[in-house]
């Protein structure tokens, strides 16, 4: 059963090291970020489900333990997801993460998570939504009580210089987004259109369904903690419990 949920944005930017000096004007989304981590701490969960967007190659599940890496973005950076496990590092793992995953990994040390086992999940970005859902169903219908880390971006279009130029329907659809995630619309959540998540970059889409079909049932609440639009792509950080 879904006892709690905290959504995240996914950029590498979060990583002060990876921002260098513009590090400071992502710092309200840090907190916010800490403040999400913190409700699914408070919920005692049996186990933390993290889930973030990826690439066809990086889909699928990392156990406690696994490993990432910054190194890419220039910064000599490593993660762990989760604490360390009792096994040896090859049995965590032997794939990194994707970095969807191992900017949750550096949230999770930055808050010393340590309530519940961690286990992740890699969702291709273009899965469709039934199946989507259908994940997010499986996770919820777990025995043990289960809180998600949900971990992704609204559109990449707001600006010019966004990473996808500047569209007219990323403003829209980013504040329905914001809406839906602040008020635990679960309907609203299902109903996101793949098609134009996809023509706005918004990698977010398919974990927020995922967590909309774990949700449903579970009757939570949520609150949302930052929104805004940083270098022109739409970051949410919303809880509920």
Known sequence: ???????????????????????????????????????????????LLVV?????????????????????????????????PRQTP???GPREL????????????RTSWSTAPV????????????????????MGARADRVALLVMGDASACRT??????????????????GRALGAADIAALKALDAGLAAELKAAGRAPWQVLAGAADGAALSGELLYEDAPYGVGYVVAAWS
Not at 8 to 36: H, I, K, N, T, W
Not at 98 to 104: C, D, F, I, K
């Open 52 to 84: 973030g967007p990826t690439g066809q190659s990086g889909r699928g599940t990392y156990a406690q333990g696994a490993r990432g890496s910054f190194r890419g973005f220039g910064v000599d950076v490593d993660v762990r997801l989760g604490p360390a």
């Open 160 to 177: 010019l210089k966004a990473p996808g130029y500047l569209d007219e329907r990323a403003a829209g659809f980013d504040a329905e987004v």
């Open 1 to 47: 059963m879904l006892v709690a949920a905290a959504v995240c944005p996914s950029p590498p930017l979060l990583v002060p090291e990876v921002a260098a000096g513009a590090a400071p004007e992502l710092d309200a989304a840090r907190a916010a970020c800490s403040d999400a981590i913190g409700v699914l701490a408070a919920a005692r969960p049996g186990r």
């Open 98 to 109: 994707p970095s969807s995953l191992a900017v949750a990994a550096w949230l999770l040390e």
């Open 119 to 138: 286990e992740g999940l890699g969702v291709w970005e273009p899965l469709a939504a039934e199946r989507c859902i259908q994940l997010g169903g499986e």
């Open 90 to 92: 090859d049995e965590a």
